[in-house]
Structures are given as structure tokens and as C-alpha cells.
């Protein structure tokens, strides 16, 4: 008894399957195009709602004080705004500090590479030495002094006239003062900083207007797509919140402890390096490298050897390693469900898109499209291709 195959598929039915397989990617380019063109506008949206999910459970708790929605939400917004003020004020007074200690790094840097420089020579002589015979290195090649001195003459010409234009730059050159070269920064990032200061209205308005800004969409859904979208949406809360207040609350966890380690090993700016190191960790990939570069930089003109360095990398090491395979999975990993390989995947295709924003944002918009795949009818396959 033969097997029984499939017939191939007719003319009538691979015209409409092409036709909706090219429909698809093309949604998809448009989609891609649509998302790099507009990446101001989504990155300042999608940082809105996130801030807004951090800050709903404090509007809850002024809400259950008998205090209104919209007065709430103010009062979150006005604590945000204070707690971002001081964390800028604290920021600036370290880097006033840092600013008045920059001749400590610049020659503790210029050391470093004197010393880097000599041990690379040695490296070379002791190579020169063990592969090239002693018979050939006794061997002397001698120039005619008139050439020997014409080639210096001819050489010496346009290299006394380098030096000497380097030696003018360096006298004209004036240092530039910290308030010049922050203004510089500034100057550069003028449209990123102009859509930022629309954060704040963007989680005022989306605290505020929650309920009303719900109300809607699931009034524009209707019928059956209602309770859809309604599951969907508080699968996207609960999701990107989980996310979101629980890498909060861990890299507030590992600024204070790395502050404190700082600290009791005197690295200097513990303050900003604490807290640098920390959010720094939770970096999907790139965390312990990252975490490891702000109390190296701080601690430059004080260790002179590799001991100090070895002790704070191995701390820095072991908060890294405790929060990822300890806490993350309890604070995060139970609620998000991504598997390794889209993760990877979504940070390369986010960075590609949003450049550095795209690795802090890509992670919670996968796991909102997953959650919204987990609960649309027909999609329940793809939202099983990205969880684990």
C-alpha cells in the first residue's frame, strides 16, 4: 500500500499564498522604514509608557489616600522630577570633582601607556632575539656619510616644521572649562533633549488619562476584538511592568551594594560609580565588562597595582553573576518568558533600528509582542516561538 502524499497545491491556491507572503514583507520593510525614520518620536513614546507602568503602582497607593486620579498622577510626576533632580545635582558635584582631578588621570593615563609602551619594546627586543641568529644581528649596514647626512637634512626639514606647528597649537590652545564643554554636548543633542522634556507631560497625561485612554480603545475594537484587546492590554501591563519595575528595583539594588563595595575598597567617586556600575550590570550581554569600566576609570590615580583592580573586578563579578542567576529569574524571567535566541535576536534587530535605545527598549517591546500574540486567535503560534 502506497503512502498517501499531499497533491501539490494548485495554481488557484500558491497565487494567493505568494500574494500574501510578498504582502507581509512588505508590511515588514514599511514597518522597519517607518520605525527608523521615526525614532525620536517612538523612542520618547515608549520610554513615556514604560515610566508611566514604574509609576502607576505609586499613583494606586495615592488613589487607595482618597486622592484623585489626576492629582495623584502629578504628585508621582512632581517625585520623579525630584528624584531626577537630585540624582543630576549629585551627578554634577562629582563631576565638578572629577573635572578638578582630571590632571591626576591625565598623567596617571600617560603612565600607563609610557609603561605599556616599554613593556611592548621589551616584548619585541626578546623576540628580535630569539628568532633572529646572533650572526646576522652583528651584521651593520653603513651608509656613505653624505648620503646618511643628506637624508637627515632632507628628512629634518619637514619634520622640524611639524613640531614646531604642533608646539604653536599647544601654545594657542586654551583648556576648555567644564560649563564650555558640556554646552557642547548639549548642542549636539538639541532635538533628543527637546523631545525629552516632552517625558514628563507624555507619563503625566498617560497617568492621568488612563482610564479614559482604555475606555477608548476598546471602543474602537468592538464586538468580539474587545476582549481581545482588553486581555491584551493587561498583558502588556503586566508584562512590560514586571520588566520594567523589576530591573528598577535590581539595579537599585546593585548601586547600593556596589556603592558600599566601592566604598570599603576606597575607589574614589563611589557615589557616581556605585550607581553607574550597577544599572550598567543589567546590560543584556555587555553587563559585567560595562560594570567593570566606572570603578576602573575612578579608581586610576589611586591603585598603583593590579591587586586592588583584581579585588574590585572579582566584586563587581560575583553582584553580576548573584543578581543574573538569582534575583533576575525571580524578579523578571517569571513574567517575561523570552527564550535566549529571540532575545539575541531582538537586541540585534532593536539596535539596528534605535542604535543604543534600541538595546534598553528591546526586550520589553518583544515581551508585549509576545503577550499580545499569546491572546490574539491565530497568532498563539508565534507567541510560543518567542517564550521559552
Not at 653603513?142 to 599647544?170: M, T, Y
Not at 517625558?199 to 488612563?210: A, G, I, K
Not at 566601592?262 to 557615589?271: A, G, L, T
Request: glycine letters at 6%; hydrophobic letters at 55%.
Amino acid at each position: 500500500m502506497e503512502p498517501l502524499t499531499e497533491p501539490p497545491p494548485s495554481p488557484a491556491t500558491a497565487e494567493p499564498r505568494a500574494a500574501r507572503v510578498a504582502a507581509t514583507l512588505l508590511a515588514v520593510c514599511l514597518a522597519a522604514w517607518l520605525l527608523r525614520v521615526g525614532r525620536p518620536l517612538f523612542i520618547t513614546l515608549i520610554s513615556a509608557i514604560l515610566l508611566a507602568f514604574i509609576l502607576e503602582p505609586l499613583v494606586q497607593l495615592f488613589m487607595r489616600l482618597r486622592i484623585r486620579r489626576g492629582f495623584a498622577s502629578f504628585l508621582a510626576c512632581s517625585l520623579m522630577l525630584g528624584a531626577l533632580y537630585l540624582a543630576l545635582l549629585g551627578a554634577w558635584s562629582q563631576a565638578v570633582r572629577f573635572w578638578a582631578e582630571m590632571p591626576n588621570y591625565s598623567k596617571r593615563i600617560a603612565e600607563l601607556v609610557d609603561s605599556a609602551t616599554l613593556k611592548a619594546e621589551e616584548v619585541q627586543l626578546a623576540l628580535e632575539e630569539a628568532l633572529i641568529p646572533p650572526r646576522l644581528r652583528r651584521i651593520q649596514v653603513a651608509e656613505p656619510p653624505g648620503k646618511a647626512s643628506s637624508a637627515k637634512s632632507r628628512k629634518a626639514g619637514p619634520v622640524a616644521a611639524l613640531q614646531s606647528a604642533v608646539q604653536e597649537v599647544r601654545i594657542k590652545q586654551e583648556p576648555s572649562d567644564l560649563v564650555n564643554l558640556v554646552w557642547d554636548s548639549l548642542s549636539r543633542f538639541s532635538d533628543a533633549l527637546l523631545l525629552a522634556s516632552f517625558v514628563p507631560f507624555l507619563v503625566y497625561f498617560f497617568l492621568s488619562w488612563r482610564d479614559h485612554l482604555r475606555r477608548g480603545l476598546l471602543d474602537l475594537a468592538g464586538g468580539q476584538s474587545r476582549d481581545m484587546l482588553d486581555r491584551s492590554l493587561r498583558g502588556i501591563a503586566d508584562v512590560t511592568r514586571a520588566y520594567v519595575v523589576g530591573n528598577f528595583l535590581l539595579g537599585v539594588l546593585l548601586s547600593v551594594l556596589s556603592a558600599a563595595f566601592f566604598y570599603f575598597n576606597r575607589v574614589p567617586h563611589w557615589q557616581v560609580a556605585g550607581p553607574l556600575s550597577g544599572f550598567l550590570s543589567l546590560v543584556p550581554y555587555l553587563g559585567l565588562p560595562l560594570a567593570l569600566l566606572p570603578p576602573f576609570i575612578a579608581a586610576l590615580p589611586v591603585f598603583d597595582n593590579w591587586g586592588p583592580y583584581l579585588l574590585v573586578a572579582l566584586g563587581v563579578a560575583v553582584l553580576h553573576l548573584v543578581a543574573l542567576n538569582l534575583l533576575y529569574p525571580k524578579l523578571v524571567g517569571a513574567r517575561v518568558h523570552l527564550n535566549p535566541l529571540v532575545v539575541t535576536v531582538a537586541l540585534m534587530v532593536w539596535y539596528i533600528l534605535w542604535g543604543g535605545a534600541g538595546l534598553v527598549l528591546a526586550i520589553p517591546i518583544t515581551a508585549a509582542m509576545k503577550a499580545v500574540f499569546d491572546r490574539a486567535p491565530g497568532l498563539e503560534g508565534y507567541g510560543k516561538l518567542l517564550g521559552d
